[in-house]
């Protein structure tokens, strides 16, 4: 099969390679494609260069689907005209995820949403994804009503400057910055831009994409979303109020069954979820979970997982293996009966 990666230089683009390499995505051949200053350059792809082409020439190419993860405006611009051309996109930014005809999918979550006629389907905000995976399980039985979250962000989720930021500030060196002020050894509780209610862009994203991921209007959620000096993923304090009341155990029992989850729970033996040991691994890891005391039919939880993994690159390539599954994707494009 085809695949173009758009943005492939970038942070989550280089993990979308390393992605479909490890899971051995059936890729003939890879397109690789990033901005006019990179058209040219070389990408590793299982041992093979492939070189950086142009956007223009990527569809022109006709992969059976392309993975974008080039900034909502570059999205808006071109994931039609790679869609008008019957590929396949599966777009990492926010610029589709609130669009009522594009799904938004968290293939644990919402797989059932996807048919044949989707040609760009959405891929959630990280933090998002990963609370969803762990609330997916728990909301099934006993459903939810209220969530109150608080996140810890890697300074990944902001892109590789904001990784130059952090080391550089570590080694004592001036460089540019990603972030108005200092992140090493400090916390900025801001993500994204401030909008008119006085919550970020991010803590909004959290807010309106839960609901249309998890297909329920009626779950109400507010956010906190707060960069931290780490890299290995991002952590979020979870407070859930249910419908119905839940015994522990079983919500323990039901999230280590759950896809996609792994729980690390041993209060005994200070085993909980953390970056460090989620980095690099594709799972949501939950831990912390025990009963809210101030309130009847609540629970609270700690959720870890790698943005870069499971909140961008991981769950791109498990929508497009999904696809492949249900024979929704073809080898090449199948150029529409306008454009041949
Ligand atoms: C962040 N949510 O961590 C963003 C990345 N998509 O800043």
Redesign the pocket.
Same mark, same amino acid.
């Given at each position: 099969m085809k695949v173009a990666v758009v943005g492939a230089t970038g942070l989550v683009g280089t993990k979308m390679l390393q992605v479909l390499a490890e899971r051995n995505f059936p890729v003939d051949e890879l397109i690789p494609v990033a901005s006019e200053k990179s058209v040219g350059k070389e990408v590793e792809f299982k041992g093979k260069k492939y070189k950086v082409v142009s956007m223009q020439d990527a569809i022109a190419l006709k992969p059976a689907v392309a993975l974008f993860s080039a900034g909502g405006s570059t999205s808006l611009e071109w994931a039609p005209k790679f869609a008008e051309a019957g590929i396949t996109v599966i777009d +990492?930014s926010s610029a589709w995820r609130m669009d009522p005809a594009k799904p938004l999918v968290v293939p644990e979550v919402n797989a059932n949403v996807l048919s044949a006629d989707d040609k760009i389907i959405a891929n959630p +905000?990280? *933090?998002t994804i990963q609370m969803v995976v762990a609330l997916q399980p728990l909301h099934k039985k006993y459903g939810i009503k209220r969530v109150v979250v608080s996140t810890y962000? *890697?300074v990944?989720?902001?892109g590789k400057k904001a990784v130059d930021q952090l080391n550089n500030e570590r080694d004592g060196k001036e460089g540019e910055m990603a972030y108005k002020y200092p992140i090493d050894l400090n916390v900025i509780p801001q993500?994204?831009v401030f909008l008119d209610n006085g919550y970020t862009k991010?803590e909004m994203?959290m807010v309106n994409e839960t609901k249309k991921i998890m297909g329920d209007d009626s779950i109400r959620v507010t956010s906190t979303t707060v960069?931290i000096p780490v890299v290995g993923g991002?952590s979020e304090s979870v407070n859930i109020e249910f419908e119905a009341d839940f015994d522990l155990a079983e919500v323990k029992q039901l999230l280590s069954e759950a896809p996609g989850i792994v729980v690390q729970d041993e209060p005994s033996q200070q085993l909980y979820p953390m970056p460090l040991w989620a980095h690099e691994k594709d799972e949501v890891f939950v831990g912390r979970i025990r009963r809210d005391e101030t309130q009847p039919n609540t629970l609270n939880m700690w959720i870890v997982s790698d +943005?870069l993994r499971k909140?961008?690159a991981t769950n791109a390539v498990q929508i497009a293996e999904y696809l492949l599954e249900k024979g929704i994707l073809q080898k090449e494009a199948e150029l529409s009966a306008a454009i041949s």
């Open positions: +990492n +905000n990280c *933090s962000q *890697s990944t989720g902001t993500i994204d991010e994203k960069r991002h +943005n909140g961008a």
